[in-house]
């Protein structure tokens, strides 16, 4: 049965901060991992990024570990990368926010000693890369007795990064009696080593990585540089009305979902094109749903959010007007098309600010997605001055998400002005670097 994260009995702050975080329901690493981990047991979890495998440990752990206690780490969680470290910690702090507890990340590549001031200043929770863990525990300033909590997120990758000396040493220095967790996207021989080692009769809990899209489908995806141009290219394709006879168009948004529905409508008329999204009428929504299904419109707008639990799949084609944020829905959305032995057709559509998700879905899927050239008979707009700054601020945006100490290329211009001809040189050489198609093919 489906649960919702009331019934996991969370206390009033977990709950808050969750809602807070928009979570609605639990995903279903979620549903599978909270409860064995709150009732205690050793947990191994095989479950790939994007899954919500992260709250689904970080929940119970909070709930477990309450509220602050002394100045010793009860919980230590291990990442293999300072990426995913940091992911972690913003996870933690999102759902500690109505509790006291503290969390410090601690990884290399600059000086211990803000990690160990703040080590210093008493701590629940480290999130930690293991070579750092180790040097900052040999060095005397992780006092490890009280840990309960032991956690391995990405196991694998710990093991193809070579950790596996230093997990040993780990766990030969923290106390035997405690809560293992370990979370792996593939259960790998070394990993089922490891995880030998590390858990006593874990419960296993697994999602089917729905990550992998059906080998029924073919994806392809067009590099286009403005909406304009995308109208252009949909307008393009949709003239194939043999070849796309029953399709879905999805957008990320109302509005946008909205607009392409206008400009489908003044074309087609009604016959042909139905919308849905939250803001339509629960009855006009299952009309059109309706209508789609037996088959009496050929196209549906539709935004990730209506399209979840809509029962229609067989689909020739879904058209990917822009790439999902949430890059799961990527995943559900060509799932649409492709069911049992049919084939279909999933094209996506990416402007050079949207190239950054379509590099983390390639990672999810574990596939590129195959680039398709430009018809020539699409016309290729310019881009708008105020899509270009908008553009360019999104991309601004995602390099500071991946390095925190990236200085914008684009907001800093004032403060840029102020600093020396270093730094000019630096900015000039990021801004090269920011090309917008440095795809590698
Ligand atoms: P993870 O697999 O832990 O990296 O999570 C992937 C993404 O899903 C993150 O952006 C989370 O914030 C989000 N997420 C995790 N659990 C949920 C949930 N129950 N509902 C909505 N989003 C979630």
Do not use: C, W
């Not at 590549?109 to 525990?137: C, H, M, N, S, W």
């Not at 909590?149 to 000396?165: N, P, Q, R, S, T």
């Amino acid at each position: 049965m489906q649960k919702s994260f009331e019934d996991f009995k969370f206390n009033r702050q977990i709950l808050n901060a969750i809602t807070e975080a928009g979570y609605e329901e639990p995903t279903p690493i979620q549903q599978k991992a909270i409860t064995p981990i709150l009732a205690g047991q050793d947990v191994m979890g095989i479950a790939q990024t994007g899954t919500g495998k992260t709250a689904a440990y970080v929940l119970p752990m909070l709930m477990k570990l309450k509220y602050a206690q002394g100045s010793d780490p009860r919980a230590l969680i291990l990442s293999p990368t300072r990426e995913l470290a940091m992911q972690i910690e913003e996870n933690i702090r999102l759902f500690a926010k109505y509790t006291d507890l503290r969390t410090v990340v601690l990884y290399g590549g600059l000086g211990p000693k803000t990690q160990i001031a703040e080590l210093e200043k008493g701590v629940d929770i480290i999130v930690a890369t293991p070579g750092r863990f180790l040097d900052l525990y040999l060095a005397e300033h992780i006092n490890t007795k009280q840990l309960k909590f032991l956690v391995m997120d990405e196991a694998d990758k710990m093991m193809d990064m070579g950790f596996i000396g230093k997990i040993h040493r780990i766990l030969e220095v923290v106390p035997r009696k405690r809560q293992n967790l370990l979370f792996s996207a593939t259960m790998s021989e070394l990993v089922h080593k490891i995880a030998g080692d590390f858990l006593a009769f874990p419960t296993v809990v697994e999602v089917s990585p729905q990550a992998t899209p059906a080998n029924t489908v073919s994806q392809q995806l067009y590099l286009v540089p403005n909406t304009k141009t995308k109208i252009n290219l949909l307008q393009y394709l949709l003239k194939d009305d043999e070849d796309f006879h029953r399709l879905i168009i999805f957008s990320k948004t109302k509005n946008t979902a909205d607009n392409i529905y206008r400009f489908l409508l003044r074309k087609y008329g009604e016959e042909e094109v139905r919308v849905i999204h939250a803001n339509k009428g629960q009855n006009t929504r299952i009309n059109s749903i309706n209508a789609f299904k037996e088959g009496s419109v050929r196209m549906l707008v539709a935004t990730d959010v209506a399209a979840r639990g809509l029962d229609v799949s067989d689909v020739s084609h879904v058209i990917n007007f822009d790439i999902p944020i949430v890059i799961e829905d990527y995943v559900h959305r060509i799932g649409r098309t492709g069911r049992a032995t049919k084939s279909g057709v999933a094209i996506s559509m990416a402007t050079p600010a949207e190239q950054y998700y379509v590099n983390k879905i390639e990672k999810l899927i574990r596939q590129q997605i195959p680039v398709a050239d430009m018809p020539d008979e699409v016309f290729v707009e310019k881009t708008g001055f105020e899509e270009q700054q908008a553009q360019a601020r999104e991309i601004d945006l995602q390099k500071r998400k991946e390095n925190p100490d990236f200085k914008g290329a684009f907001h800093d211009k004032k403060a840029s002005n102020l600093k020396v001809n270093k730094s000019k040189k630096d900015k000039a050489g990021k801004k090269k670097m920011g090309g917008q198609t440095k795809r590698k093919r």
